[in-house]
């Protein structure tokens, strides 16, 4: 590591982390850093240990990731931001985990209020409760408040990001706990369901990557930027490049609550297909209708594969040797 770690450093190793070949190494080495003052900022030495706790929690070393949890609070005082909130819930987390659910619940109970005030709370908070068995409870917390933001903004629904502020959030993991429990959709899930799709595209948009998810295996996307060079702003100049922008994505949503998410394998005689003698295959919308049609999940790719099992783009590599590391580029 470095020997000053600055937060784009640490929020990298969050990304990273679990590629590495020893990440309980890995979070020795950011609390080391944390106590031994090796930060550019003193002020992120509550984050790199709440890193650490989470890389040991996530490798069962439970005792390990109590004791860093319980540093970060220590060295964060009395601060009330996002960044103790979540070593609040972690360590609700890894209470939950070592039997101690009362004590858990006691360290969950006086963050409702984060709910409404910090983006990553909903997240933190609702995933404690799931470990610890508590999706109704959570299903409660985050319903309540919910219906605090709507009343709060009122109107229709937000149609940006910065629009719904903290409402997406809510209702993004309000959504993910209703499904995990088996719940009939709301107004509120169909509101849920609309934003996040209205927000994918257009994050997808500015990033120049295809909504579609559509997977161009090797022979048919050199048949694609031959016959349309100019989809390759929408699917990448190469095939690592197309590779790499799906594994980039599939991540990203990851990182937004999405599950179950797969590739759509594509070809270009289906798209010219589907497009018609009158519609034109290089338009963003046939291809989006092309990703949408009737039976296109069938055949698709789930995602992500086992570290060790073959990697989803078909190259016959392990993923981890593969398109795992694409999305770090």
Same mark, same amino acid.
């Given at each position: 590591?470095?020997?000053?770690?600055?937060?784009?450093?640490?929020?990298?190793?969050?990304?990273?982390?679990l590629?590495?070949?020893?990440?309980l190494?890995?979070?020795?080495?950011?609390?080391?850093?944390?106590?031994?003052?090796?930060?550019?900022?003193?002020?992120?030495?509550?984050?790199?240990?709440?890193?650490?706790?989470?890389?040991a929690?996530?490798?069962a070393?439970l005792?390990?990731?109590?004791?860093?949890?319980e540093?970060?609070?220590?060295?964060?005082?009395?601060?009330?931001?996002?960044q103790?909130?979540?070593?609040?819930?972690v360590? $609700?987390?890894?209470?939950?985990r070592?039997g101690?659910? @009362? *004590?858990?619940? &006691?360290? !969950? =109970?006086?963050?409702?209020?984060s %709910?409404?005030?910090?983006?990553?709370?909903?997240?933190y908070?609702?995933?404690?409760?799931?470990?610890?068995?508590?999706?109704r409870?959570?299903?409660?917390w985050?319903?309540?408040?919910?219906?605090?933001?709507?009343?709060?903004?009122?109107?229709?629904?937000?149609?940006?990001?910065?629009?719904?502020?903290?409402?997406?959030?809510?209702?993004?993991?309000?959504?993910?706990?209703?499904h995990?429990?088996?719940a009939?959709?709301?107004?509120?899930?169909?509101?849920?369901e609309?934003?996040?799709?209205?927000?994918?595209?257009?994050?997808a948009?500015a990033a120049?990557?295809?909504?579609?998810?559509?997977?161009w295996p090797?022979?048919e996307?050199g048949?694609l930027?031959?016959?349309?060079p $100019?989809?390759?702003?929408?699917?990448?100049?190469?095939? @690592? *490049?197309?590779? &790499?922008r !799906? =594994?980039?994505?599939?991540?990203r %949503?990851?990182?937004?609550?999405?599950?179950?998410?797969?590739?759509?394998?594509?070809?270009?005689?289906?798209?010219?297909?589907f497009?018609?003698?009158?519609g034109?295959?290089?338009?963003?919308?046939?291809?989006?209708?092309?990703a949408?049609?009737?039976?296109?999940?069938?055949?698709?790719?789930?995602?992500?594969?086992?570290?060790n099992?073959?990697c989803?783009?078909g190259?016959?590599?392990k993923?981890k040797?593969?398109?795992?590391?694409?999305s770090?580029r």
């Open positions: 590591m470095k020997e000053a770690l600055t937060s784009a450093d640490i929020e990298e190793i969050r990304q990273s982390v590629g590495q070949a020893d990440p190494g890995v979070a020795a080495e950011l609390a080391a850093a944390a106590e031994a003052g090796r930060l550019a900022d003193p002020q992120d030495a509550g984050q790199a240990l709440t890193l650490a706790a989470e890389i929690e996530s490798r070393k005792d390990a990731a109590l004791r860093y949890v540093s970060s609070l220590a060295v964060s005082g009395t601060r009330d931001d996002n103790v909130m979540a070593a609040h819930a360590r $609700a987390r890894i209470l939950f070592l101690r659910a @009362d *004590e858990a619940m &006691a360290e !969950l =109970e006086p963050l409702r209020p %709910l409404n005030q910090h983006a990553d709370a909903p997240a908070v609702s995933a404690a409760l799931a470990v610890g068995g508590r999706h409870v959570a299903e409660e985050l319903t309540e408040a919910v219906k605090t933001a709507v009343a709060e903004r009122g109107g229709p629904d937000p149609a940006t990001a910065d629009e719904a502020g903290l409402l997406f959030f809510l209702l993004q993991q309000r959504h993910r706990i209703r995990a429990i088996g009939q959709h709301d107004a509120y899930d169909n509101m849920a609309r934003l996040e799709t209205r927000l994918a595209n257009a994050s948009k120049g990557v295809a909504t579609d998810l559509l997977f090797q022979a996307f048949r930027v031959e016959r349309w $100019a989809l390759t702003e929408a699917y990448g100049a190469t095939w @690592d *490049e197309h590779r &790499a !799906l =594994e980039t994505e599939l991540v %949503l990851t990182g937004t609550g999405r599950s179950n998410l797969a590739v759509l394998p594509a070809t270009v005689d289906g798209l010219v297909a497009a018609g003698s009158d034109d295959p290089a338009d963003p919308q046939t291809r989006t209708g092309y949408q049609r009737p039976g296109a999940t069938t055949g698709q790719i789930g995602w992500p594969p086992e570290r099992g073959a989803w783009c190259s016959g590599n993923y040797k593969c398109c795992l590391p694409r770090r």
